[in-house]
């Protein structure tokens, strides 16, 4: 094998600051591959990096690149037979010391994947934003988004760059080592200045500490040196749970509606479905295909989940109902091979930026007809996707059932994401309930 790995700087092209990118150059039977990372250098730097005499930040960067070589040697090393492909997925990608956007688009062309940039950097402008140095807060929330962007995991990485952009408005792109205890309680005290809700400044606060766990991680701080977050240090808020759920009555009530057009009836139709198929969530509906009905059941992995449950896959088992099976016959493709999406809010043969567009148009669809008919019904909260969901595991709770059922019918990891869910019991319950403890009282007259 004939494989030779060193640092280069890539002189054809000079960026707007006048520098060019320093690329790690790995040549293999002769074959070159230049992977951009995260620093850019003059000419003159670049020389200068070999000098006995230099400046204190070339010093740091000569090691910062001598290290970045070494165990790029070394994970090239541990690969028998050597591949760039594998060399990439081991080493390049997710690694921030690369330029993680191009890493990306590189790989997926290499293995014929969607990725469109444009859809990209339109969704997530933080991409578009100067890059910045490789201890700072930026650095590592572009690789943490472009690590999750890779994994189709869409919706999350939009959180982080939202987490990012309110850590940019509070106090510009700082150094790790700038956020300490102090810090994290300053931004938390001007988040609920800033009329955040409790639930959302833990959000927040808690991707900033994935962040930091990223950070670590990758070696580019020390926990010792620098971690803010744990006992007697920073705790993200927790709120407690908002009462979500809808009653039995008010289900009723949208169960014997009588739609007044087609955008109704959709709206109408898939809460229910989301209701009576274990609170199953919008994006679930619209990924379920024929293979996944097996005779009276419908089996099916969480999306959300299933990156988490990988090693334990936990399929989610529901009765097909006939109020159900009604459903899928109005709406479904007529088209039933096993391969082939049950409703049409799905295509096949598009990116993940694209499919998600089409479930938060899917859901979008749903909750604006539905607060329409919650409206017209009475219904106090609000009637979306999210509240059948919650709905389904309160009543359940509510009839006796156990948690662990639940727990299970939900897809929950943890039992008490489940607890969390099940809201309080109705007042007339609370009554029937409080009655019980004096029931040796029932045979006595006022």
């Known amino acids: 094998m004939s494989l030779s790995i060193s640092i280069s700087l890539d002189t054809r092209r000079a960026k707007k600051t006048g520098k060019f990118p320093v690329k790690l150059l790995a040549i293999f039977n002769r074959k070159p591959r230049r992977y951009q990372t995260v ?13 006995k005499q230099k400046a204190e930040y070339l010093k740091k960067m000569q090691a910062s690149l001598k290290q970045l070589q070494r165990k790029a040697e070394e994970a090239a090393a541990d690969l028998s037979p050597f ?63 472009s690590k999750l962007l890779n994994e189709h995991r869409i919706r999350t990485a939009a959180h982080y760059q939202t987490t990012y952009n309110v850590l940019a408005r509070f106090s510009g792109n700082v150094r790790f080592v700038d956020i300490n205890v102090i810090y994290l309680k300053r931004f ?26 990223e950070a670590i991680f990758q070696g580019i701080i020390k926990r010792e040196n620098c971690y803010p977050f744990g006992r007697r240090l ?47 969530n919008p994006t679930d509906i619209a990924h379920l295909k024929y293979k996944n009905i097996d005779g009276e059941y419908l089996v099916f992995e969480r ?34 091979s096993p391969e ?24 979008q669809s749903i909750n604006d007809w539905m607060a329409k008919i919650g409206k017209k019904l009475g219904i106090e909260k609000k009637v979306t996707t999210y509240v059948a969901r919650h709905t389904f595991s309160t009543i359940l709770k509510r009839s006796g059932v156990s948690t662990e059922f639940i727990q299970e019918s939900l897809g929950h990891t943890s039992i008490k994401t489940t607890e969390s869910y099940l809201d309080s019991f109705e ?3 609370k009554k029937e309930y409080s009655l019980k403890l004096v029931a040796f009282k029932a045979g006595e007259k006022d």
């Open 39 to 51: 620093y850019d250098l003059s000419e003159e730097e670049f020389k200068a990096l070999s000098a």
């Open 83 to 145: 591949t760039f492909e594998g060399f990439e997925k081991s080493f390049i990608l997710n690694n921030p010391s690369f330029h993680q956007r191009k890493t990306i688009k590189e790989i997926a062309e290499l293995e014929n994947l969607p990725f469109n940039q444009v859809m990209y950097d339109n969704r997530f402008p933080i991409f578009r934003l100067p890059k910045p140095e490789p201890d700072t807060i930026l650095s590592v929330f572009l690789f943490y988004i």
């Open 188 to 213: 938390e005290a001007w988040m609920l200045e800033q009329e955040y809700s409790k639930t959302t400044v833990g959000i927040y606060t808690r991707c900033l500490r994935a962040a930091f766990n």
């Open 234 to 280: 920073y705790q993200p808020p927790s709120s407690r749970n908002i009462k979500k759920a809808l009653t039995l009555e008010d289900v009723s009530k949208i169960y014997y509606y009588q739609p007044e057009n087609e955008r109704e009836r959709k709206a109408k139709d898939f809460w229910l479905f989301s209701y009576l198929a274990n609170g199953i």
């Open 303 to 336: 999306a959300k989940t299933v990156n988490a449950t990988r090693l334990d896959p936990r399929p989610i088992t529901v009765f097909i109902s006939e109020d159900m099976q009604k459903i899928i016959d109005y709406w479904g493709n007529k088209d039933k």
């Open 340 to 363: 082939n999406y049950i409703f049409p809010w799905m295509e096949h043969n598009i990116t993940p930026l694209r499919q998600v567009e089409l479930c938060e148009l899917f859901v």
């Open 427 to 429: 007042k007339s319950v």
